[in-house]
């Protein structure tokens, strides 16, 4: 897990924008001087942060913060109702957490079939990946002001708009075929996966058309 955070300074309220996989140890070494370009301020306190799936996303965000305005102000704001409403979660947090907790629910299934967990196996990755393009959606939209067109672009091909990259490369399917994604609307979007474990208990109730022979569709939406 990679993090972005925000530090303020107790000593003249300050604030300083990072990004780590190790946002404990991190944050422990601001605090003992040993980051230069903040031991002139410490001691620090964390007053915010974000949680990615990757390392790529995680960089996109912090260069974002730290070099767009607009990304800035719209930071601050919600940091500010965190602190009227002491309570609540990033969207991209809530998304994160959400997909964590259904693959390691697919993970914890034991069964002895060798080869049911080989498929379990492969569409938990496909629902990790589906996640990854959530969140780059999400990031594409707070820069945007909505989702891009559809269809992506094709996989390995990076998600992109101007000058501003939101996904290195978009995943391939483990039988390297994009996944499906429909805008609808500007404000709404599908993500569509094909599952080989036709139990999954996450499958859509009705099978979406993209996925034809033994597999069942699973389906994201705009949250």
């Known amino acids: 897990m990679f993090y972005v955070y925000v530090l303020e300074s ?15 140890e991190r944050f422990k070494k601001h605090n003992e001087g040993k980051v230069f370009s903040t031991k002139r301020y410490k001691p620090w ?4 942060y974000e949680a990615y799936i990757s390392e790529d996303l995680a960089r996109m965000r912090e260069y974002r913060l730290k ?15 965190k602190a ?7 969207l991209i947090e809530i998304v994160l957490v959400m997909a964590l907790i259904g693959v390691l629910a697919t993970w914890m299934v034991s ?15 496909r629902k990790a990946e589906l996640v990854q393009i959530q969140a780059a959606l999400e990031l594409y939209r707070a820069d945007q002001g909505q989702y891009p067109p559809s269809p992506l672009p094709d996989c390995g091909s990076p998600l992109e708009s101007g000058n501003v990259v939101y996904m290195q490369k978009v995943p391939c399917d483990t039988n390297n ?38 597999t069942v569709s699973y389906t994201l939406t705009n949250p």
């Open 10 to 24: 107790i000593l003249n309220k300050s604030l300083y924008i990072g990004s780590t996989n190790n946002l404990r």
């Open 45 to 48: 306190k964390i007053i915010y």
């Open 67 to 81: 070099h767009h305005g607009n990304a800035l102000r719209q930071l601050k704001n919600r940091i500010m109702k």
């Open 84 to 90: 009227e409403n002491s309570a609540g979660f990033t």
């Open 111 to 125: 069964l002895i079939d060798p080869a049911a967990q080989f498929k379990k196996g492969r569409d938990a990755e």
């Open 177 to 214: 075929e994009n996944y499906d994604y429909q805008r609808p609307t500007q404000a709404t979007y599908t993500l569509i996966a094909c599952l080989e474990n036709k139990n999954d208990p996450q499958k859509d109730e009705t099978n979406n058309s993209f996925c034809t022979g033994d």
